[in-house]
Every structure is written in C-alpha cells, then in structure tokens.
C-alpha cells in the first residue's frame, strides 16, 4: 500500500512552522516578488496610514501554504489551490501552515483529496484560509 492510499478524512498535513517574520523577510519578498508596496516596507508610510508598522505581504503567506502543499505532495499533482485573506501578518509574527483532508472523491478516475488550508499566528490569529485539491 502506497503512502497516497494511507490518506484519509481527517488527515492532517505536517505543519509548517515558519521563523519570525523580519523586516529583511519582507524586504527580500519584495524583491522577489517586484511587490514594492511602501505599507509592507516604509514604517513612516505604515505609520501615516494609521497602522503601528508595517506588515507582510499577503502573498507570503499564500507562498507558505503553497509550500506546505509542495512538501506534502509533488507539484504535478494540484489540481487547484485558493486563499482568502483574513488578517495582517504583523512584522515579527509567527506564521503556521496547517491542512487538514476534508474529503476524498474519485474524479475522472483520479483519487483527490480536498484540503482545508489555513495561516495562524503564534498569538491564534488566522492569517489565511484556503482549500486546495491534491491527486493522490
């Protein structure tokens, strides 16, 4: 029996414990991505919009649920992924990816699970919610 055939409802992806995010994290994310949005980078600009600092991209985290999926499953085998953003990721958080299996279907002959996806803070906070389907 395959790993993919161990895989029930209820399963729970290993979680993807993620350092503290830093300035130097988001200014690198900014890099890389080209997103140079002064509310994730310029604490005066965060500051003048009303916020205490500045806070991380949103498609971080979204590459940090992509990246659970990726170390669960390889990439050939997503057939889809969504987010939705809930809340700030704070400069200094604590993000964890977790996924959980909330059902197995057969789809054109295909076993896929659907996934439950979500970014929480150390403080509880979720971040991001999602789902995705993974072929197994």
Same mark, same amino acid.
């Given at each position: 029996?395959?790993?993919?055939?161990?895989?029930?409802?209820?399963?729970?992806?290993?979680?993807?414990?993620?350092?503290?995010?830093?300035?130097?994290?988001?200014?690198?994310?900014?890099?890389?991505?080209?997103?140079?949005?002064?509310?994730?980078?310029?604490?005066?600009?965060?500051?003048?919009?009303?916020?205490?600092?500045?806070?991380?991209?949103?498609?971080?985290?979204?590459?940090?649920?992509?990246?659970?999926?990726?170390?669960?499953?390889?990439?050939?085998?997503?057939?889809?992924?969504?987010?939705?953003?809930? @809340?700030? &990721?704070?400069?200094? /958080?604590?993000? =964890?990816? !977790? $996924?959980?299996? #909330?059902?197995?279907?057969?789809?054109?002959?295909?076993?896929?699970?659907?996934?439950?996806? @979500?970014? &929480?803070?150390?403080? /509880?906070?979720? =971040?991001? !919610? $999602?789902?995705? #389907?993974?072929?197994?």
């Amino acid at each position: 029996m395959t790993w993919t055939q161990q895989i029930e409802v209820g399963t729970e992806l290993p979680a993807l414990k993620i350092g503290t995010i830093s300035r130097t994290t988001l200014t690198l994310f900014a890099g890389a991505s080209g997103d140079h949005n002064p509310m994730h980078i310029d604490i005066d600009v965060a500051k003048s919009a009303g916020l205490g600092d500045v806070f991380a991209h949103g498609m971080l985290s979204m590459g940090y649920l992509g990246r659970l999926l990726t170390d669960w499953v390889p990439q050939q085998r997503i057939r889809s992924y969504r987010v939705r953003f809930a @809340a700030i &990721t704070p400069v200094l /958080g604590q993000p =964890t990816a !977790t $996924g959980k299996v #909330v059902s197995i279907d057969e789809v054109d002959g295909e076993r896929r699970a659907t996934l439950e996806l @979500a970014v &929480t803070l150390a403080d /509880g906070t979720v =971040t991001l !919610t $999602g789902d995705a #389907v993974v072929a197994l």
